[in-house]
């Protein structure tokens, strides 16, 4: 980090970009910019098609700060590479192209349309579309799709995706994945049957009612198996998509072309607008600001927002082409429940009386560009959330209570402080310096905080990893979390269901082990009353505050850049309020 005083510098630039936004909204958002270049206004992409246009040809420029953690379907687990990857990979279900909370709705991709499902919600059926093809011209069949999906359970191989299905499909883990099946065809799963090409049929032990979300995830897509490379297989998967990998240089770059092989006729999702589709992958942050506002690139594809610097710039010099976007983030500090003194909740609470969460919301922008201050696990949109507030959090508008730190402090036998260690991603915008800031607030109290920046594309092997966290000595972990899909199991089992701690890719990052609380998951999910479900994840979430589990502090938004090139340019609830990327065009 550079020398000089960075806390100084990013509130001075905080409060500039929120005086520059509220100017902004009140003159209605404007056509143009201080320069007078035209463009289709400020957040003029939340709720609407900015650009619509059919025209095809030219390059979609995209850059990032930190590279896909997977290109492989069944491995993937962040946000921006399930957007990405509809390019070249499609499922049975996917969701709706549309702008908004419109884009939650599911629809059919390789299938006709959602499934048929029992009346006891146990079994789901498929159809397949006609003319389905790989990008050798192979027809695409309900065999490749199970085969992708066995996949999933080869844990020693296939690491780091999101577990849903295997968990709903064989909750006693007895399938030991299409590498250990000793069946001629490798597809021994009997939860998944495929009576013929086109038709494919899932039958669950029990009914969950999030299944056909978990069918729209990448862990649902095909995989060929004449194809499949086990570990190896990101480096170059195989295309049921619009587009296929012409090359892919890990950290470095992708590059997709045209898959002739695919049919429009097949596919009533993808537009397949750009000839051709790149991605550059940097680590200087305000670089690629500057040359996405210089032209250089359309887009960013890892869509968590400008730095502070390049939200002054594109706000002062472009705000036409500035969105303004509402995510389903929470910004957290998970406070591992294995590591010493946090076994204690007192040294918890500690924690979350001595925050001056106003003082992290300024790290990241302030309230209009960085997000409102959280008081809830769940985030606004998901069921779960509620205005139960423990520690007074809004009552006292986010700053600390040095008072209640102290007297939790004591409570916990630890009245002079303690030490421990926070991790903080290099590649997050405003991670580092939010988790700097909280070192100086926790010190206040005599909590000594040592912060530990890492490489965001190396997470879930290192705060992801029980075991590293233990070498490491990590007691608390800043990170960002959105839902896998809009309902309460989708956004909050991975982080609080003890049977979802791995030991690789874990995000159970407090490591809670609370059977009060594996039970209001089963609970809640078994339950078709969504009433009911939205009433246990909302006693979920009491139960998680009162314990001083893991500590929201944000509601995140994001200043992102949209390309004056860009055609159908919309933000998509379904991708937590990033851009649609597979709907995206270029003028040439």
Request: net charge positive; glycine share 10%.
């Amino acid at each position: 980090m550079p020398t000089g005083s960075p806390k100084r510098r990013l509130a001075a630039g905080a409060a500039f970009v929120v005086a520059a936004l509220v100017t902004t909204t009140a003159c209605g958002g404007g056509d143009s910019d201080d320069k007078g270049e035209k463009g289709a206004g400020y957040s003029a992409a939340l709720n609407k098609v900015v650009n619509a246009s059919t025209k095809k040809g030219g390059t979609l420029k995209f850059v990032g700060k930190q590279d896909f953690d997977s290109l492989d379907p069944q491995r993937t687990y962040y946000g921006m590479t399930w957007d990405f990857m509809r390019f070249f990979t499609r499922t049975l279900v996917t969701y709706d192209t549309k702008p908004g909370e419109a884009s939650n709705k599911l629809v059919g991709d390789l299938a006709t349309g959602p499934g048929e499902v029992s009346a006891d919600g146990k079994t789901y059926t498929y159809k397949l579309r006609d003319g389905l093809t790989w990008e050798d011209g192979s027809a695409l069949t309900s065999k490749d799709i199970k085969y992708g999906i066995e996949r999933i359970w080869a844990t020693d191989t296939i690491t780091g995706g999101p577990a849903y299905i295997k968990q709903t499909l064989d909750p006693k883990g007895e399938y030991k994945g299409p590498y250990k099946d000793k069946s001629k065809d490798k597809l021994g799963l009997k939860a998944i049957e495929t009576p013929d090409d086109k038709t494919i049929v899932f039958k669950l032990p029990k009914p969950n009612g999030d299944f056909e979300q978990f069918l729209a995830m990448p862990t649902g897509a095909p995989v060929k198996q004449s194809k499949d490379t086990g570990a190896k297989y990101t480096q170059h998967p195989f295309s049921s998509g619009p587009y296929k990998v012409q090359s892919y240089n890990a950290n470095k770059g992708l590059v997709l072309v045209r898959n002739t092989a695919w049919k429009k006729a097949s596919d009533p999702i993808r537009p397949a607008l750009p000839d051709k589709i790149t991605v550059t992958i940097s680590a200087n942050l305000e670089e690629n600001d500057k040359r996405l506002m210089e032209g250089d690139y359309d887009v960013d594809v890892n869509g968590t927002g400008m730095t502070q610097s390049g939200r002054v710039s594109a706000v002062q010099d472009h705000k036409s082409n500035v969105d303004n976007l509402q995510t389903s983030f929470v910004r957290y500090v998970a406070l591992v429940q294995t590591a010493k003194p946090f076994d204690n909740v007192d040294c918890r609470k500690a924690v979350f009386y001595a925050t001056d969460f106003a003082g992290l919301q300024q790290t990241r922008g302030g309230a209009i560009a960085g997000g409102d201050i959280a008081n809830s696990v769940f985030p606004k949109t998901i069921p779960g959330y509620s205005d139960y507030d423990p520690y007074g959090v809004v009552a006292r508008k986010g700053k600390p209570d040095v008072a209640k730190a102290k007297e939790s402090l004591k409570a916990c036998g630890k009245p002079s402080g303690f030490s421990t260690k926070l991790t903080a991603r290099t590649n997050q915008p405003g991670e580092v310096d939010a988790a700097e800031a909280l070192q100086e607030q926790l010190g206040k109290v005599g909590i000594k905080v040592e912060v530990d920046p890492i490489d965001g594309a190396q997470s879930s092997s290192i705060t992801g990893s029980p075991k590293v966290v233990k070498e490491r000595g990590y007691g608390m972990t800043m990170s960002g979390w959105g839902p896998d899909f809009p309902t309460g199991q989708g956004y909050a089992q991975p982080l609080f269901d003890s049977r979802f701690i791995f030991e690789n890719g874990n995000y159970n990052e407090s490591q809670i082990k609370n059977p009060k609380i594996d039970k209001l998951f089963d609970d809640a999910i078994a339950t078709t009353d969504k009433a009911k479900a939205k009433s246990l994840y909302e006693e979920m979430n009491k139960q998680l505050l009162d314990d001083a589990d893991w500590m929201p502090f944000i509601y995140e938004k994001n200043i992102s850049w949209r390309g004056p090139r860009l055609t159908n340019v919309y933000s998509s609830a379904a991708y937590n309020g990033r851009y649609d990327y597979v709907s995206l065009g270029v003028t040439k």
